[in-house]
């Protein structure tokens, strides 16, 4: 149980992050426009980092929804 209060603090703040960074136009710098292929290689680790903390924070928000008693 206490993992999953951790993960929950470290999605919370990457994704607080990202939208205080976003918000702020801080995250400008590393704006990218243009094929995948030609992607510098922080645009190709960033990215599936990002969707892959939103889904995680996600999953942990439904976990918490549904009750789990069996």
Do not use: C, N, Q
Request: glycine content about 8%; charged content about 10%.
């Amino acid at each position: 149980m206490k993992i999953k209060i951790l993960w929950g603090y470290i999605y919370t703040g990457l994704l607080l992050f990202i939208v205080l960074g976003s918000a702020t136009d801080a995250l400008e710098a590393y704006t990218y426009s243009g094929s995948w292929e030609a992607a510098p290689m922080h645009i190709k680790v960033g990215l599936p980092t990002i969707m892959f903390t939103m889904f995680g924070f996600f999953a942990l928000m439904l976990a918490d929804f549904f009750p789990t008693e069996t």
